[in-house]
Each structure stands twice: as C-alpha cells, then as structure tokens.
C-alpha cells in the first residue's frame, strides 16, 4: 500500500461527529420529558454530574456523543416545542429507592442535611441523613456556591447561568468554606460539620469541574464482572487489595530507638495510578499489556524475604490464585525485574481490563493537593480536615455505596486503595535500601523504622514528605551490666 492508500484509508475510517443541539436546547429537551438528571443518565452509561456537565456546554466524544445525539434527536420529534400544561404531564419512570424498612434506615424528628444533596432529609441511611427516593434529592442546586450575598437570583434568567462560578477548581472549596462559615455565622464546629456532610457531593462536582474539555469521558456506571460485585448485601467483592500489616518478627541486637513515621496525603497521592476507561473487557493473555488496567487473576510468587521486607500482598492466610488490582500486579511484576529480582514473576490466569491513562483524576488531585497546601501554611483546619473528607470519602464510596449514586466504579476504587498501599510498600523497600530497617509496615500511612529517617525522607505536611507520628525504644540494650541476683 502506497502512502497517499493508507492515508485515504485513515481518513475513510474517520467519521464526523454527530451534531448535537446547543447545551440550552440539551437541558430544555430533558425538562419537557420530565426526566432527571439521574434517569438519563442511566440511559447513557454515565453519571448525572457528567450530564449536567453536557447542559452546562462541556462536549461529549466518541460512542457516547453518538447515544447522546440519538436520544436528544428522538425528544425533539416526540415533544412539542412549548411546555405541556401541569393537568398532562409524563411520569417520570421511577428511580430506585432504599426502603424504608431496611434495618439500618432511622427516622429523624428533626430533618438533617442530605450528605447527597446538602438539603433536609427526614431519615438517617447507615448513620447518614440522606433521602430515601433519589428525585427527593436537588441536584440542581450546588452545594459548592458562593456566599447568600453572591449567589445566583432566585428567578429564571433568561439566559442560564453557569452552575459553577468561574475561576479556578480551588476557588469553589474556598467559596465553600466561606459559604458555610457564613451560613453558621463563624461557628466554626457547625460550619466544619456541615462540610464534612456534603463532602461527597462536592468532590464530585469538582470532579466535573476539572474534568471540563478533558480528552476522555468519565464512563460513570459501566458493566462491571460479577468478582466485583459485593456476594452478600453485607459482605465484600472478590478483589484483594493486599493492605499491609506487618511487624518485623526478630529485630537486630541491641537496644533501638523507633520513629514512627506517618504518610501523608497516602489516598490523594493514589489518585494518580492507572485507572481503565471504559468497560472491562475479559482476557485469558498470560502477558500483561501496561496500556492497559484492570484486575487480574494470578498466582502469586512465593515471598522469602519476610524477615525483613512485608509480602508485598499483604497478610494473605490462604494459598493459591487471587484476584489482584493493577498496582498490585504492577509492584510484583516491578519487584521481579531484573533490577530488584526479589521474587520470581506472578503468573497471570484471566484478566478483565481496559484502556487506561494514569492522568485520569490529575487535574482532581491538584485541585485537592493545592486547597491542602494553602490550608496547612495559613494554619486553616476548617478547609484542611474538607479536603481531606472530600478525597477520603471520593475513594470510600466508588463501589456499591448509598452515599454516592453519582459513580460507580469499584475497579476505581479497588486500584486506589491499592495504589496507597503499593506506594507505601515502595516506601518500606526505599527505606531498607537507604541503610534504614523497617520493622513495621500498616495501612496507608504508617511506617516505623530505625536509621536516621531524615537523610531518607523530607520531614513536613506536604503530600511528598512525612512527619513524625511517635517515637518509642524497643529491644535490649546488651552493653547494660547485668544485676547479681
């Protein structure tokens, strides 16, 4: 094939856009169908935030631009161009509700803030006052707004307003933090309450505010495999996270003075690991392709460093293949190189995996690491301990949670989680390198060692350094001269 014949041959394959109406015209097809935000968007595979995104003019690509096109153009030749009356109107088809004989659903005499919406909400979900019927929730209005003086006037202008108001993503936490703060009138426990509350909601609107003109869609609520589906209503997934719990069985002689090193920010670095796009799709290839993420089935190799490293997953009791996630896969496969060569390579069985990029959630976890930065160096708890609540709570509640209908991916969240416990297992190994001894490794963000930790790690608040959790002595000290008896 000749250049100009491949040439002509991409330029066959590409096909145009599908036209879709102005955002105006998007928004105002849907209100005529009375259907929610919530509804649609289950029609189309992604979020309500993502599609409240396309009414707000963000463009969508791709197979999902087609099925949004095709949807829109079927409202407009089945609507009539004016408003029905009240007395004919279409019921919308009804939305999933929690049932209000679950046994974790209580009753409030008084309502609280939804943690959904930021609205009143007669009943408590799980300990956590929410609405029942996803349509008693308001989307519509954002909890991330300005100050009661800034805010947008009650009335319908005739040309929409943006949801967000401009400026940077870190400028909606700030003008959260001074909107509650002003709603309690200074009380700074009631406005810090309030915003731990509504912290889910609003990590998900920033993440529609960063994710505007980005190069890929959010699938929000793909087909997932049933090994990431929880077994019981009670009970937990197939996925092995491989969360570190380990404590150095003999230690040197002597006696030793410990510190207790914490990490952090572990969950909001996490946020930037190799998270698939879109669907997951099923693979028996034993090979493992790094444009690609997911989880795996593998048998792991043995681990006989135990004595002085942690099994890199974790304190796994029971032998044989397991369900492990991208970073986990990537930590075994990275520790077997030849670079490390400190296990042999796991063999990988089945897969299910997608296209990836590791930038996914960058412009989010910017947004969340600068708000952090500022809040620690003007000494403002009030924003730290909201950032922290947003990130937190963002990858707590990816999977089959009553708290955030907006997202649901447990691929996401499984690879974060493990991704936070990677990093910090790369950071036990830095340290043996580095001259120092680990004797514990636990969780996200606990490491002990002993050594001169400061020529190894930077001391501080920031997400790339550590700070001092404790400091205690352990063993014995072998020069003391022993007390006749």
Known sequence: MSDFEAIDSLLAALRPQAPLPTPERRRELRELAHLSKAHMARALGVSPSTLAAWENGREPTGETREKYAYLLKGLAARLPTAEPTPAEPTPPTPTPTVSAEADDVERLTTPEPCVLCGHAAPTRVAGYAQHLDPTHCHPTTPALQLPTSAREPAHKPTRRAPQHPTGAPTDLIHQAVHAALTEHQGDTHAASAALLKRAIPDAM??????????????????????????????????????????????????????????INGAYLSALKTHLPLGRLEHSTDPTHDRHRSGVHLITPPTWEHGTVLPNPLGQRDEPGPLWVTEPTLRLLLRLSSPRHGLCEPPRIHESYTSGATENLLEKFRIALKDARDTAIARGDDITLEYVKAMYSKFVSTMGESNYNRELYRPDWMHIIRSQAFSNLWLKALKARDEGLTPIRVMGTDELHVIGDWRRVFPEGRGVTEVKIKDTYTTGTDTTAPEQDE
Do not use: F, N
């Open 205 to 262: 609107r920033l993440l529609d505010e960063t994710r505007k003109g980005a190069r890929y869609d959010v699938i929000a609520h793909p087909w997932i495999p049933d090994i990431l589906k929880k077994q019981t209503s009670r009970g937990s997934d197939q996925i092995w996270e491989a969360r570190p719990k380990w404590t150095r069985p003999e230690l040197p002689a002597g006696l030793h003075h410990v510190t207790a090193l914490d």
